[in-house]
């Protein structure tokens, strides 16, 4: 029996020492040296310009500075002549740019890289906190600072950059390619990318797949961690909002009738919080932390390359931090409670809202049904707010389209691992959902931890070395997406779980 416990043993340990070997091997990519000429000061000096327009998001649209937003528009024209006379600019909702860059062979599918032109507003009682004033497009120590430098300004103009460059070149795709610019991501792209996408269906264009602005480069993404890590967002959160309500008998504080609307209502937040849905570490997310696995140390690689028998231990640990626990289930925020008047009185009513951001696994039919069975009170009022949305669907990574962002990636941040993970913000990509079922959000932006407060945030930068990279990255994407387009999606297997105006 001893000597079977044993051969079990060996055999096992044999397994594991397989799987980590075979996950440490890692394809060398060779950096490309087709590299497009780019005078870096003068496109500095373009996207310092570019910050300078208050190009600000508000969710009254009556509030937007649309002069700002034109005074873009004829900037970028001046700015990149090839691209204004070689490719078909309309403007759509007249705020929006799609940009048509006709290719050589109609009949193969277009392909389609988006970003937005506006920006989020300072936050008030910050702007002393600045080292230089958000809009003035300062470059310093080797930084363009300013609102938009991160996101995402940076990525319109690299996306202007890389094209004028190939133009010069003469340069013309196989496949068409559009450009999409909304003006309003920031506040849900109700008018500029969802418009857009209207446009494009309307015309009966169905695309080979579409780029959007997305997830960075991350430096030092996990402790101990060998390489930065590019995570390219597969699909994105879903977002409900749930206005809880209880009431109770009110009166005098001295007097108390029972248990209050307020307690009530604690009582029922509390559940929710201790009570989150589950937590799974399969389909994305374990593509995700495989991924990542192959550049971290032992005994990291040894656990991850074997999650099929760690898998228990992994999710605990994986649940304890909050940056991973909500890269694996539905995550549940209480983020407003109103009730009472006077600190004698005892309030008739109480209201909180509960906000949950929804892991693809889930619908918002789901995440219903588990607040009310887990409060479990027909006391307690549960209403869904509007402006929910589903989870987008997952886009494979065992398809071409994801095979040659991944290779592109690589050929400009040769050190970087390269894994696909999930957007728990939400980008104008879903309003395209309807023109291919191939969406991948990536910025080719370099971010370190402290990096990552700056987007939305303040002393937004951007250092002018990765912005030379980012020109090089859309330049060397476009060229390797449109050169070979017969691609047979039959042969890759989705191995994961489930100037013309245009206005409406």
């Known amino acids: 029996m001893v000597l079977i416990y044993s051969l079990v043993l060996i055999l096992l340990l044999s397994v594991f020492a397989f799987w980590t070997f075979f996950h440490s091997r890692r394809k060398k990519i060779a950096a490309t040296s087709d590299k497009i000429p780019v005078n870096l000061d003068s ?108 996101d995402v300004q940076s990525g319109v103009m690299a996306i202007l950059e890389a094209i004028e460059g190939l133009l010069r070149q003469n340069y013309q795709p196989e496949q068409t390619v559009y450009i999409g610019f909304g003006h309003d991501e920031e506040i849900d792209g109700e008018y500029g990318a969802q418009e ?69 209502l604690g009582e029922a937040i509390h559940k929710l919080e201790i009570n989150p849905m589950p937590a799974r570490l399969d389909g994305l997310a374990k593509s995700t932390f495989y991924s990542i696995g192959a550049a971290m140390p032992y005994p990291m690689r040894f656990i991850l390359a074997n999650m099929w028998f760690f898998k228990g231990v992994l999710k605990r640990v994986l649940t304890k931090i909050p ?91 040769e050190e970087v691992t390269v894994t696909p993970s999930l957007m728990v913000g939400a980008t104008d990509a879903r309003h395209y959902s309807n023109l291919t079922d191939y969406i991948y959000r990536f910025s080719p932006l370099r971010a370190g931890k402290d990096d990552l407060d700056r987007v939305h945030g303040t002393n937004e930068r951007l250092s002018i070395d990765n912005y030379a990279e980012m020109i090089q990255f859309y330049g060397r994407f476009i060229k390797s997406s449109t050169l070979d387009t017969s691609i047979d999606q039959s042969k890759y297997s989705n191995k994961m779980d489930k100037t013309e105006t245009v206005a409406v």
């Open 196 to 264: 857009i996408s209207r446009i494009l269906e309307a015309r009966g264009i169905q695309l080979e797949f579409l780029l959007d602005e997305g997830l960075p480069v991350v430096d030092e993404l996990i402790e101990g961690i060998k390489s930065p890590v590019a995570l390219v967002g597969v699909a994105e959160k879903g977002y409900l909002s749930i206005e809880l309500t209880a009431e109770s008998d009110g009166g005098h504080s001295s007097v108390p009738q029972g248990k209050t609307a307020i307690a009530k």
């Open 43 to 150: 496109a500095v000096e373009r996207l310092s310009r570019v910050i300078q327009f208050k190009t600000i998001s508000n969710h009254e649209v009556h509030m937007i500075d649309g002069a700002e937003f034109m005074a873009m528009h004829d900037f970028l024209e001046e700015s990149f002549p090839l691209v204004h006379q070689m490719l078909k600019r309309e403007k759509v909702n007249i705020y929006s740019l799609l940009f048509t860059w006709e290719g050589r062979n109609p009949d193969l599918k277009p392909i389609m890289l988006t970003c937005h032109l506006d920006v989020v507003p300072i936050e008030p009682g910050t702007e002393k906190d600045w080292i230089y004033p958000p809009f003035q497009g300062k470059v310093a120590e080797n930084y363009i600072y300013g609102r938009g430098t991160m």
């Open 323 to 413: 940056a991973t626990d909500a890269s694996i289930r539905t995550t549940t925020a209480a983020t407003i409670f109103e009730s009472g008047i006077k600190d004698n009185l005892i309030p008739t009513k109480a209201k909180a809202v509960v906000n949950f951001r929804l892991h693809p696994a889930d619908t918002v039919d789901d995440v219903v049904n588990h607040v009310r069975k887990t409060i479990n009170d027909p006391q307690i009022s549960i209403v869904c707010r509007s402006g929910f949305i589903n989870p987008s669907k997952i886009s494979a990574i065992h398809s071409e389209p994801y095979e040659k962002l991944r290779t592109a990636i690589r050929q400009i941040f």
